[in-house]
């Protein structure tokens, strides 16, 4: 079964960056689309950004170009650069993989903190 690993979490100042990455222990093309989510506590679990096998992303507009969502298909990766991190982002961000027949994986979730 593929699994989806994330890691790159921490804790920053506002302003500060991080990189998120998602690691897929089978083929990334095992999934049409992947994409990263965000969930603060007491918040429902929202989007963050998406990318398709082909390269196509979509991000929430509440980002306001801060983030950026790549992808190494050799490295079976995925990458989430948040540059300008806010306090308001401070939530657990989950990768997540849309399956071509239509399941959907989810990796453990790393924790992001911005401090004021």
């Known amino acids: 079964q593929v699994q989806l690993v994330e890691s790159g979490g921490g804790s920053v100042q506002t302003g500060g960056s991080l990189r998120l990455s998602c690691a897929v222990s089978?083929?990334?093309?095992?999934?049409?689309?992947m994409g990263w989510y965000r969930q603060s506590p007491g918040k429902a679990r929202e989007l963050v950004a998406r990318?398709?096998?082909?390269?196509?992303?979509n991000y929430a507009d509440s980002l306001e170009g801060r983030f950026t969502i790549s992808r190494d298909n050799d490295k079976n990766t995925v990458f989430l650069q948040m540059d300008s991190l806010k306090p308001e982002d401070t939530a657990v961000y989950y990768c997540e993989g849309d399956r071509w027949n239509g399941g959907v994986s989810w990796g453990q979730g790393t924790q992001v903190t911005v401090s004021s």
């Open positions: 990318i398709s096998s082909g390269g196509l992303t």
């Open positions: 089978g083929s990334i093309f095992s999934f049409n689309y």
